[in-house]
């Protein structure tokens, strides 16, 4: 298989020639049938870099352990109503900036943004160590982040966080066309399902992620909750920061 790279924005999991910024990219490749597939993203930048040779990104899927965050606006929706168009768009786009940033620093994969949601994979489509951990210290310095972002922006953002710990089904979905790389599964939705539940300003982590935790972080066990889509109560922890 013969990769065309392009720099985009979205996924830190290459490596680039240190006199490169870390960039998100998009992928081209060419099977050996020749036929040419749209793999990842948009936003062509021009650079150099090596791409991993266990990388696989072609169209199927795999089971794999990852960490997922999912971190969304609250009150974005009433917000937007309030301020022009054009303040929406530059105050999203700043705050992706920042968000994204911390994201990249810690080995997350950006998987999409969905409006004003962020959806974060740790540990695919390349596997890294300490997944869960790496998970939770972005999500505290998103946060502490925010507090700082706040104090010079005329419209103050605040977040709720979920992160969940589990296997997945990760790989290329969509057509011949186009495809995009994503995980699904149970522990994907049960993460953006903690995510609604974490109110402004929280770090709400499941039982699956505070089992396979490394590090020592404070948090407070919860009361088991409900959500949506479970029969079962869920026991979780917020992550105090």
């Not at 040419?36 to 266990?54: Q, R, Y």
């Not at 999409?112 to 869960?132: H, R, T, W, Y």
């Not at 589990?166 to 149970?186: A, F, L």
């Not at 699956?208 to 922890?237: D, H, Y």
Request: glycine share 6%.
């Amino acid at each position: 298989m013969i990769f065309v790279l392009y720099f985009s924005t979205l996924n830190p999991h290459l490596k680039v020639w240190d006199n490169y910024p870390l960039l998100p990219i998009i992928i081209f490749y060419l099977p050996t049938s020749m036929q040419v597939k749209v793999v990842l993203f948009n936003n062509i930048f021009f650079g150099e870099l090596i791409i991993d040779d266990n990388l696989e990104l072609g169209m199927g899927g795999q089971l794999k352990d990852v960490t997922v965050l999912f971190a969304d606006i609250r009150g974005f929706t009433s917000m937007s109503e309030k301020i022009e168009p054009n303040e929406v768009v530059n105050l999203l786009n700043k705050y992706f900036t920042e968000m994204i940033d911390i994201i990249f620093k810690y080995n997350g994969t950006l998987d999409k943004i969905v409006g004003d949601e962020l959806m974060v994979v740790f540990g695919a489509p390349i596997e890294i160590e300490n997944a869960p951990d790496l998970a939770i210290q972005t999500a505290m310095e998103m946060q502490k982040q925010l507090i700082k972002f706040n104090k010079t922006s005329n419209q103050p953002i605040e977040i709720g966080i979920g992160i969940n710990s589990g296997n997945v089904i990760s790989g290329n979905i969509g057509s011949e066309i186009r495809s995009d790389y994503t995980v699904i599964g149970d522990n994907v939705n049960l993460a953006a399902r903690l995510c609604s539940f974490a109110r402004a300003r929280k770090i709400i982590i499941s039982e699956n992620t505070f089992n396979k935790l490394k590090n020592n972080f404070q948090l407070e066990k919860l009361a088991p909750f409900s959500v949506k889509g479970k029969e079962k109560l869920i026991n979780g922890w917020e992550v105090l920061y």
